[in-house]
């Protein structure tokens, strides 16, 4: 087991005026680790996912990232420009609508191969190769690379945006309703090439989802968030199969059974 | 004999705060032990807590008070009390269970079902294949089933594959939830020679067996969870 | 500023009023002392249409000055409209010397070609820009553009050019090909022909671009490096020409199709008029001019 958190989350709270947005959240999350985060809408789990991937800045708090080089810096105090190349090596972002991730008027083969170019690759031939493989790796036929995203259905959109983040190897993938406007089907396809890339790759994923399925097929642990509060925590089949508070029984409960 | 499972004076009571903050006692006062080589068997009717004690020990429930010590590798884990990691840890390196029910995962087949907690150890995926298939054949399992998803098998046939997931590992501590219940007369004597290797291994290993030729076949012991309850606590 | 007064009552000299050409003499210093950066400036109506060269025609009248000697081509011409149009608009405004001769010219506004005579020390070449964001077709956004320019994130570039790759096998980006300029800033050079990019590498002359609707002004001082962007498996290379002038022999010139028949009858010849008329005055004879001569004896 590693000795050294990915990230220290400590006291984070975001405040819209004197509304809440998230309320003093701590929690350290460690490499291969895969959180989720899970209640209601306006519950606050995407104002917190937005202030950890800092896309927001947080009203308090701090949050400590273990960064390659094994210093740990405070995601707050980076300049932009450190901020932004994490971003787009290190870390992954999936959103829930692929057109928010994605370059939807170039090549799949563009999409993904842009990271490569952003960190300085310059030899086309093995962007291609890489692409090619990435394509494969999510299920996506070799022969759409030239194809734009605008042609995918909205399976194969998600899934080239995940092969988009993960190329540059990242080691943290925040994910938001990564499932959200999926059919059925095409839902239970992407979370098990979810679960075996993150298997596989032994990243450390951050998932936003109201879908207390897709937390317990993809997640080891879990945070149940209400009103901007951390109300529930624990191991993902502890606190679905035992739910302590009030409304974390309420949410178990509510599933439907097929 | 090294004893790698301590249960000291568990308790489990469940709140149930949709109906008006019900408090509803499981068990109390858990004190037992499981010593390596030996096949503990929880006993008592229906509903007293048997299987709420595994869950407890797996740290799938939570429990009130009480300390749940196993020891694996010179180190002694309060399940009851440790962070998520560190049971996770706990369940890939020592600690196994076998539930009733298979929970399956979509497009994964039977066979890599059965392999991973292997490759979760490290273990190469072909080897780990190839120990799964040892373990699929001996229990029957149709070959032609190897590669598909367990979501549409029949009852015995998705228990099988859950024992073989539960055994395939060498872990120091077995939890055994009815690992028969579904399972026809020769199947359960392959379990029944399964359950002696892992006992001749030196694994210690906590059960509850509903079928008496199983629970005659397998027990060293039996633990009457009556004495748990909290019920008759009170009376 | 000293001028004819008399004739010139109603205008400053080159047209511009002088808070206006000190504005955007400012901004093309700022441009010139960060190479390949796009300095916003106030644009100001002038009279005629965006699209027509008013961001060149601002920079030509901040810069110019009575003894300077003017050239303006249009697509490599001198005597097009626009060329025309501008060379007058200077010559009323400014009552400064025109040219045709490359070599005679002190301030050279250019629409789309870089002169074949290379330019030398002292010179200014000063060009029409219309869309001055090399990263706009991919990224929409001004506010995230410029970012990217201030991080100097540009694997977005190269998205372009794999995106070409891709489709047609090989880079087919022709004009507005993308350079970097100095080593930091990513540059479109306005819509020349790539085969134009090398010469502005290390030129001796001073390059100023001006946008007038965008109301940018970029610049590359003398003895800069400008690099166009490639990748290593497919290296930046310039257009070439099967055959020479059709007019005067001209070789490894940029030239023009001229349809001269609806029979499929064409040449080709030199898009640099002031290059092909000098060559041609110095006894150099094409295909085509030297049957014209054979057909009228």
């Known amino acids: 087991m590693s000795a050294n958190p990915l990230l220290k989350v400590s006291d984070l709270s975001k405040f819209y005026g004197s509304r809440i947005g998230c309320s003093a959240v701590s929690f350290d999350l460690w490499p291969g680790e895969v959180l989720a985060v899970v209640g209601e809408s306006g519950s606050g789990k995407t104002t917190l996912l937005n202030c950890l991937s800092t896309r927001l800045m947080p009203s308090t708090g701090c949050v400590q990232y273990h960064m390659r080089d094994g210093e740990y810096r405070d995601l707050y105090r980076m300049s932009e420009a450190e901020r932004r190349f994490l971003m787009r090596t290190d870390w992954g972002f999936v959103h829930q609508n692929p057109a928010d991730g994605l370059r939807m008027t170039v090549s799949a083969g563009a999409n993904v191969g842009e990271r490569l170019m952003a960190v300085g690759d310059r030899h086309y031939g093995r962007i291609r190769q890489t692409a090619t493989e990435w394509l494969e790796r999510v299920e996506i036929s070799q022969d759409r690379i030239d194809d734009q995203p605008r042609a995918f259905s909205g399976g194969m959109r998600q899934r080239l945006q995940i092969a988009r983040n993960l190329v540059t190897s990242p080691r943290l993938v925040f994910m938001d309703e990564p499932t959200g406007g999926l059919d059925v089907s095409v839902q239970a396809r992407l979370l098990d090439l979810v679960r075996g890339l993150v298997n596989d790759l032994g990243l450390s994923a951050i998932v936003v989802t109201h879908d207390l399925a897709v937390a317990r097929l993809l997640s080891h642990r879990m945070m149940v968030m209400k009103d901007g509060h951390v109300i529930e925590q624990g191991l993902t089949d502890r606190v679905l199969d035992d739910p302590r508070e009030p409304y974390t029984q309420l949410l178990v409960s509510s599933i439907l059974q097929v | ?235 | ?297």
């Open chain 3, 1 to 297: 500023m000293s001028m004819p007064a008399t004739e010139l009552a109603a205008y400053n000299f080159a047209y511009l009023d002088e808070q206006t050409k000190r504005m955007i003499r400012r901004a093309i210093l700022k441009a010139i002392a960060i190479p390949g950066y796009q300095v916003p400036f106030a644009s100001r109506e002038m009279p005629m249409p965006y699209g027509w060269g008013t961001g060149g025609v601002q920079v030509t009248a901040a810069i110019l000055g009575p003894q300077d000697v003017l050239k303006v081509i249009d697509q490599g011409a001198d005597d097009t409209t626009n060329a025309v149009s501008i060379r007058a608009f200077f010559q009323k405004v400014a009552n400064v010397a025109v040219t045709t001769h490359t070599g005679e010219a002190t301030v050279i506004q250019t629409r789309h070609r870089i002169p074949e005579d290379t330019l030398r020390e002292g010179q200014v070449l000063v060009y029409q820009v219309p869309i001055p964001e090399p990263l706009r077709f991919l990224e929409p956004r001004e506010t995230e553009t410029r970012k990217m320019h201030a991080l100097e994130e540009y694997g977005l570039m190269h998205v372009k050019l794999y995106e070409d790759i891709a489709r047609h096998g090989r880079i087919a980006t022709t004009y507005a090909y993308p350079v970097k300029v100095a080593g930091r800033y990513v540059m479109d050079p306005s819509p020349t022909p790539k085969f134009d990019n090398p010469k502005m590498h290390r030129s001796e002359a001073l390059q100023l671009f001006g946008a007038g609707r965008e109301k940018r002004i970029y610049a590359v001082p003398p003895f800069t490096d400008v690099v166009s962007l490639d990748f290593e498996d497919h290296p930046f290379e310039v257009q070439s020409f099967d055959k020479p002038c059709a007019l005067c022999g001209a070789r490894h010139v940029y030239l023009d199709e001229v349809v001269l028949d609806d029979r499929g009858g064409r040449m080709f010849v030199c898009s640099d008029t002031d290059y092909c008329e000098t060559r041609r005055a110095d006894g150099h004879v094409g295909e085509m001019l030297g049957q014209s001569q054979e057909a009228a004896e």
């Open chain 2, 1 to 235: 004999m090294p004893t790698p499972l301590i249960v000291s004076e568990v308790a489990k009571s469940f709140t149930m705060h949709l109906r008006g903050g019900l408090k509803l006692p499981v068990v109390a006062n858990v004190s037992f032990s499981v010593a390596s080589g030996e096949c503990v068997v929880l006993g008592g009717p229906s509903g007293i807590g048997k299987s709420s004690i595994l869950k407890m020990l797996y740290g799938n429930y939570a429990v009130d008070s009480g300390q749940i010590l196993i020891t694996h590798a010179d180190k002694t884990i309060d399940i009851a009390s440790a962070d998520p990691r560190v049971v996770l840890d706990v369940r890939r390196s020592a600690l196994g269970y076998v539930s009733q029910f298979l929970r399956t995962v979509p497009r994964v087949s039977a066979l890599d079902v059965v392999a991973e907690p292997l490759v979760a150890r490290g273990v190469a995926a072909e080897e780990a294949r190839e120990r799964a298939a040892d373990l699929l054949a001996r229990l029957n399992l149709p070959r032609d089933l190897w590669q598909l998803p367990p979501a549409t098998f029949s009852g015995g046939e998705q228990q099988r594959v859950n024992i073989a997931r539960g055994f395939i590992t060498d872990h120091a501590i077995l939890l055994l939830d009815e690992p028969t219940a579904s399972l026809d007369a020769a199947n359960r004597k392959v379990v029944v020679s399964m359950i002696e290797a892992k006992k001749a291994a030196g694994v210690a290993l906590l059960g509850i067996f509903h079928d008496e030729e199983v629970r005659e076949a397998v027990a060293d012991r039996i633990l009457d969870v009556t004495a748990f309850s909290p019920r008759k606590a009170a009376a």
